[in-house]
């Protein structure tokens, strides 16, 4: 190359890099520091962040983020979202300008994360395009649709008497293990054939009984349609509170998505101890039972998101199973109140059946739902209404019979009844009952074809009229699932193939006590075995001599007469 051309080269080079230094012009960013006052259980007093807004995001050291709660004139109190042991006064923390957000998406379907969307289940990261801000404004009332459609738990005693409809908050409450989670991973279950995807949030919980749960879904394929949140009882109590906002932004975008969704807070007991914990750190007033004045603001915002939106939105559903725990079966405490007030009905675990082993132990008479009947299909609307008087009938009437009353043949049936409804809704858990089973269950003991067979065969029984109903013809099951009522034919139909089904658990008429006189003559045939006398030998002859006197009475007066 020639010395010429080689310094053309360099002054064209030299010529450039001097137009695009004067092209830029350098600009002066603000950007807001503060420092760290004091750091006590879960919260941090900060300094310096004059124009700081509420439930913005602030960065600490160690990719530590927490959450402005108190905007105060001189410092902010922040709640912590992490592990904060290495936090120290005077330590240099920033603004975000963001609120907290989660990611959402089809890639969290199958995983177990944290409130802040960290993987828990060591299968990587989670990749996603799109991020939902964990607080946000519930639809307006004029983009809700009524709640129409039911979802079917699989459990008899709730799908027949105390139903759910998609889009509704059905409190589930009851005292320390009573079976409120079983009821709930019960539902989910039962969610595979009905194209529902489900959000599990554990709040606060151990770290064994979260495990025991999800081993429980993975075990039967319920983790392809579930997102499970958790947060453990040893975690920061920031992050134990974020949990159900979380959880609800990633079930929204389904729902906005047009799909049905099924959302579970267990328990929303453990979220307003840690929301207490955080205000009386924060220096927040107290008030009834140490609460502050806005726990019923935070689960009414939080529950309020769970609707069902018009079709020209999607058509997309939330339901909400909030779980609530009692202390000694008051259901009149302060938090059990504000959210029974907040949801659409609840569904109350009594311990005394649960010692009783009345199992899923629901309590109807302090069980109400007062959105599900009129999504609840046509078919259980026909049974449910008798058998709920019923039951309730049978309820009030065993408590005088502890007292050793005499009853009148009217009371005593009314009671048998009464025990064999209670025996049918017995479930054994992690075993949702098909809707088919179900009506035709219901159908037969509205019929009273139970009131017969006896206690101790009632599993026996239900199994093999659960094996009939495949013979049940096609239409009539097609029937059950839509709004049509079953006419009196299709009843018929169900009652004469139930009959079949339980005739061997019937007691026997006198007619078919021919087996017993067999019995008679096998012991007689021993007893001549062993030399004893036929005694109907005798009574044959007996029978022979009589009907000889009776044909024969001339014969012996014709030898008397020569």
Request: charged share 30%; glycine share 8%; proline share 6%.
């Amino acid at each position: 190359m020639e010395p010429k051309s080689l310094k053309d080269v360099f002054d064209k080079v030299f010529t450039e890099i001097h137009q695009v230094r004067e092209s830029v012009t350098p600009t002066l960013t603000p950007k807001e520091v503060g420092r760290i006052l004091t750091v006590s259980t879960g919260i941090a007093n900060v300094s310096g962040l004059p124009t700081i807004g509420f439930d913005e995001l602030i960065k600490f050291p160690g990719d530590l983020f927490g959450i402005a709660f108190n905007v105060d004139e001189k410092e902010i109190g922040t709640v912590l979202l992490g592990e904060y042991s290495h936090l120290h006064a005077g330590d240099q923390v920033e603004r975000t300008q963001r609120v907290m957000d989660v990611a959402v998406g089809e890639e969290l379907l199958g995983r177990v994360i944290d409130p802040l969307g960290r993987p828990l289940d060591n299968k990587g990261p989670i990749v996603s395009s799109k991020r939902l801000p964990i607080e946000r404004p519930s639809p307006a009332i004029m983009d809700r649709s009524p709640v129409t459609e039911p979802l079917q738990t699989g459990i008899k005693v709730i799908d027949a008497l105390i139903p759910i409809g998609r889009g509704q908050r059905e409190l589930i409450l009851g005292d320390r293990q009573t079976g409120k989670t079983a009821i709930a991973i019960d539902t989910i279950l039962n969610q595979r054939d009905f194209n529902v995807l489900c959000v599990y949030c554990a709040i606060g919980q151990r770290a064994s009984a979260v495990a025991r749960a999800v081993a429980n879904l993975q075990e039967r394929g319920a983790m392809d349609y579930t997102i499970v949140v958790v947060t453990e009882g040893n975690d920061p109590s920031g992050l134990i509170y974020i949990a159900p906002y979380a959880a609800t932004s990633i079930a929204e975008y389904f729902m906005e998505a047009g799909r049905d969704v099924l959302i579970v807070y267990d328990d929303l007991t453990n979220h307003a101890r840690a929301y207490r914990e955080l205000s009386l750190l924060l220096r927040r007033p107290p008030g009834r039972e140490a609460y502050p004045g806005d726990i019923f603001y935070i689960h009414s915002r939080l529950l309020e998101r769970s609707t069902h939106l018009l079709k020209e939105l999607g058509g997309g559903s939330l339901t909400a199973l909030p779980i609530i725990e009692t202390e000694a079966q008051n259901i009149s405490a302060y938090i059990p109140t504000n959210l029974i007030s907040i949801t659409d009905g609840q569904l109350y675990l009594s311990p005394s059946l649960f010692e009783l082993g009345v199992l899923p132990a629901v309590d109807v008479g302090k069980s109400v739902s007062r959105v599900g009947g009129k999504a609840q299909l046509a078919a259980y609307r026909a049974v449910a209404g008798d058998l709920k008087l019923a039951y309730s009938q049978f309820e009030e009437l065993e408590a005088f019979t502890r007292f050793g009353a005499r009853l009148d043949e009217n009371t005593r049936k009314v009671i048998e009844h009464g025990r064999r409804i209670r025996a049918l809704l017995k479930q054994p858990q992690n075993s949702p009952v098909p809707v088919p089973d179900q009506i035709v269950i219901l159908v037969a003991l509205n019929a009273k074809l139970f009131d017969n067979v006896p206690l101790d065969r009632m599993g026996e029984a239900e199994s093999s009229l659960r094996k009939v109903v495949s013979d049940i013809p096609a239409d009539v099951r097609d029937r059950f699932k839509g709004d049509k009522k079953l006419s009196d034919k299709d009843r018929e139909t169900i009652l004469d193939i139930s009959r079949k089904a339980l005739e061997p658990y019937q007691p026997k008429s006198e007619s078919e006590s021919k087996p017993e006189a067999k019995t008679e003559e096998k012991s007689e045939s021993e007893a001549q075995a062993k030399g004893k006398p036929k005694p109907e030998a005798k009574t044959e002859e007996k029978v022979e001599k009589s009907e000889t006197q009776i044909k024969g009475k001339s014969e012996p007066e014709a030898k008397e007469k020569p």
